[in-house]
Structures are given as structure tokens and as C-alpha cells.
């Protein structure tokens, strides 16, 4: 079953292609979505140091990497709240991350014009063939995209 949360951005669709991205992490290491599909489903979270909603959705997100990090499936954290790397670095020492976080300040904030994103937390779940399964702003109950993601099957 394929839905979307209300108040998700404009213009981009589920069933729809993710757009392609390249930027790094706090690491400096760069990943882009093409990469990490290959790895399997991919669990987009944007989000800031500056939302609080965010804030509390960390235990959450964090269980999501657990859970699913043996299912072929990513939980990566977007930062897109024009931070750099040293504000997003000192927020993640004072909180307990468990996913890849990337920084999208070396892009200027690219992604938050390619997905069109008004606020955070949002999510967007993609397949590994790169279409947009879920878009929205509520933590998405994955089981239920486990059938239509073939979560656990070894061809892409």
C-alpha cells in the first residue's frame, strides 16, 4: 500500500524518482542517494538542530536503524538547517545518533530546493530502484512498504 502523509512538498509524488544527490558527512566523506540505494532501501530524514520536533524523534529514528540495519534498508539523516559541519558536529556530541548524518551545507542547501522542503522533520522513504515510496512528515510505520520495498531480496 503506497500513501502519503498530508502537508508533504509540492511537486514531488510518491511513485515518483528520487532526485540524485552528492554531499558528505561530517566525516567529510560524500555519499550520494545512488550509492546508498545500492546498499538496499533508503530512509531520507531531513532535519535541523533547530527543530524541536526533530529533537524528539531521535529515539525513534534511532530504533529505525536498528531495526531494519540487517533488512537491507539506510536510515540517513539530512541536515538542512544551514548549519555547518562544526554546529552539527557539537549537536550529534550532545546526542545519541546511531545512522549516517550528512550536512547539506557545502551544497547550499540543494536539497531543500530539489525535494522542495518547507519544514522538518521530513521523511522519504526510497526504493532501490529510486522511487519515492512515502513522503511526509510523520515517521513512517515501514512494515507496511516491506512487501511493495522486497526488503531482504538480493536482486535490486
Known sequence: MLKA???APDNLKVGQTAPDFRISSLQRDY???TELRAEGQVLLYFWSTR???CDSLLTKINALQVRY???QMTVVGVNIGYESHAEV???LNN???GFLVLNDDTQKNEL???YRIQATPLFVLVSR???IEYLGHAVPDLEQFIPSLNLGAVNP
Do not use: I, P, T
Open 112 to 114: 531543500r530546493e530539489k
Open 5 to 7: 502523509v498530508h502537508a
Open 51 to 53: 527543530c524541536h520536533v
Open 89 to 91: 558536529r557539537k549537536y
Open 129 to 131: 530502484r529510486g522511487k
Open 31 to 33: 555519499f550520494s542517494l
Open 95 to 97: 546526542n545519541n545518533f
Open 69 to 71: 540495519q540487517n533488512r
